[in-house]
């Protein structure tokens, strides 16, 4: 697609996903299903934990918190996607694409730090179970919020800094269809391999060393259980496995977009798909799956919201 037929110098175009109408209308069909299952799902849990006394402890806490950043998640770049699918010409503003990239970033520190935490009160919950309580205060809880948005917006604005100001001369045409930060500096008018290298580092050298972390965590963890294992144990170690996976899912595109050095659009794409639209989704469905005490509050909210709606 020309760029210069459809855009202006403060808008850029994006290539989307593809120009077969079969496969556009198929992925369609599959994110806008996705994305409004996702919402539902993370609502649902987040309508569960904050209305059920039962759900009011430290790691449904986190698990909320969760919820609302996987609702960021699907709705800074699902909606547009759905919307472009069928546009000829997919625009983007120099502005929007800015605050799409600030809110991509911001919710990707915040979710890190949450992976991080989580991780954290089963470490307790399982090592340390008669202090859990202690250490994982209401106190405790807030703290872990708080530095997991700092993180945040202090890496996305860290991220931004370097390239809000950027002069954009030639191509306006991003291969992609969302506003990627590695393709957008590219397009800049002056050299940006420094800049390249630093965006990449940065996002790179976080997203790793917070994933060595989880990985370490898990391990002292396992092999606590193996030398101490105990029936209460075993229920704090049952959510284990569901964490493993949501951090496995999180990880992965992100790892491979930072550190790959063999870049490949297809596979980019196929990754930030299931990034942007399957991991919402699958999160509350983990969570859920193997947790009987959230299945149950949500079938009593269900009944509950039920029998509100007869008697009203």
């Known amino acids: 697609m020309d760029g210069a037929n459809c855009s202006v110098v403060s808008e850029f175009v994006l290539l989307g996903l593809t120009n077969s109408w079969e496969i556009q209308l198929l992925l369609f069909v599959f994110s806008s299903t996705f994305y409004v299952a996702s919402m539902m799902g993370n609502s649902l849990i987040m309508l569960t934990v904050t209305s059920d006394p039962h759900l009011h402890s430290p790691m449904y806490f986190l698990l909320a918190n969760l919820s609302f950043i996987d609702l960021g998640v699907s709705s800074v770049t699902s909606p547009k996607m759905i919307y472009d699918l069928f546009r000829k010409c997919k625009l983007i503003s120099f502005s929007g694409c800015i605050t799409q990239m600030f809110f991509i970033h911001v919710i990707g520190g915040v979710e890190m730090v949450l992976l991080i935490s989580m991780a954290f009160d089963r470490y307790v919950a399982i090592c340390k179970p008669l202090h859990y309580l202690t250490i994982m205060s209401p106190k405790m809880c807030i703290f872990l919020l708080v530095v997991a948005w700092m993180t945040g917006l202090i890496h996305s604005m860290v991220q931004l800094a370097f390239v809000v100001n950027l002069t954009f001369c030639g191509s306006n045409v ?97 990754l930030a798909i299931f990034d942007a639209v399957l991991t919402p989704f699958l999160n509350p469905i983990i969570y859920t799956f193997k947790n009987q005490e959230m299945k149950t509050a949500m079938r009593r909210l269900c009944r509950q919201l039920v029998n509100y709606m007869k008697i009203s």
Request: proline fraction near 4%; include cysteine; charge should be positive.
């Open 174 to 270: 991003l291969d992609s269809f969302y506003c990627d930060l590695p393709r957008f500096i590219k397009l800049a008018c002056t050299d940006t391999y420094r800049l390249e290298f630093m965006v990449t580092a940065n996002s790179g050298f976080i997203s790793v060393g917070s994933f060595f972390i989880l990985i370490i965590s898990y391990v002292v963890i396992i092999l606590t259980v193996q030398k101490h294992y105990s029936a209460g144990s075993s229920k704090a170690l049952s959510t284990l496995s569901a964490h493993i996976t949501v951090v496995g899912l999180f990880y992965g595109p992100l790892i491979f977009f930072y550190t790959w050095p063999f870049p490949s659009t297809h596979l980019d794409k196929f």
